[in-house]
């Protein structure tokens, strides 16, 4: 059982560089999210979709685009990096209206120098 | 907005003792409550969850009851192992003020350490 799956889990980037985060996964979930997790602040929503096609942002939208081509893949990705972007990224998925009961990836921690 | 405020740790006890954390929320409507954990080195786990007011939540020992007279979720285990060292997230999901899709607000997390 893959469930959700993110690569990679280590990434070190210079300041204005690009890349994109994969997660992938394979329970047929409509909705699928990405989180930052950062020192005592919790987790905190960047994007979310609802289904294929379809995006919108949550609260720290801010640098990062995501698209759904695809009801298995989310990829985020961040255009020019930053310092402040410096954080532990968590992609999670569930069946649409059950947004609370989250299945969560293990996480990558991206370092941005 | 939707906000959901935890005690503060880290919280250190010795196995079989019982624990507590703290949690109380703000929210527009009628949101659901939750708990998560997340072992070292893994994404979060869905721990119990609660729907409306006065249901309790259960799971691995762990309990939860909806308070929605005092706004709180407090998660209780009445004899913790060492197994049980974690940080835990309270959460809740509600719609947001312009009465956006429900979505998934955490707390800042309380890390559990348990010492044998």
């Known amino acids: 059982n893959a469930g959700v799956t993110q690569t990679p889990k280590f990434q070190v980037l210079k300041t204005g560089q690009s890349m994109t985060l994969q997660c992938a996964q394979d329970?047929?979930?409509?909705?699928m999210s990405w989180y930052r997790q950062d020192p005592g602040m919790g987790l905190r929503l960047i994007h979310y979709?609802?289904?294929?096609?379809?995006?919108d942002q949550g609260e720290v939208p801010n640098g990062y685009n995501v698209s759904r081509s695809t009801t298995e893949d989310f990829p985020l990705r961040l255009l020019s990096a930053a310092p402040s972007q410096t954080s532990v990224y968590f992609c999670?998925?569930?069946?649409?209206?059950?947004?609370?009961?989250?299945?969560f990836g293990e996480g990558s921690r991206l370092t941005v120098l | 907005g939707n906000s959901v405020t935890q005690m503060e740790g880290p919280v250190t006890l010795s196995e079989e003792a019982f624990l507590t954390i703290n949690c109380t929320y703000t929210?527009?409507?009628?949101?659901?409550l939750f708990w998560y954990v997340q072992y070292p080195g893994e994404g979060l786990q869905l721990l119990l969850k609660?729907?409306?007011?006065?249901d309790k939540g259960s799971n691995k020992g762990f309990e939860a009851t909806y308070r929605k007279e005092t706004t709180s979720f407090h998660l209780e285990k009445g004899s913790v192992q060492v197994s049980d060292s974690a940080v835990y997230f309270c959460?809740?999901?509600?719609?947001?003020?312009?009465?956006?899709?429900?979505?998934?607000?955490f707390g800042s997390g309380t890390q559990l350490t348990v010492l044998p």
């Open positions: 979709s609802v289904g294929a096609g379809i995006t």
């Open positions: 959460a809740l999901s509600a719609r947001g003020a312009s009465g956006s899709a429900r979505q998934l607000t």
């Open positions: 929210a527009t409507g009628y949101p659901s």
């Open positions: 999670a998925s569930t069946r649409a209206g059950h947004t609370g009961e989250l299945f």
């Open positions: 329970m047929n979930h409509e909705y």
């Open positions: 609660a729907t409306k007011a006065d």
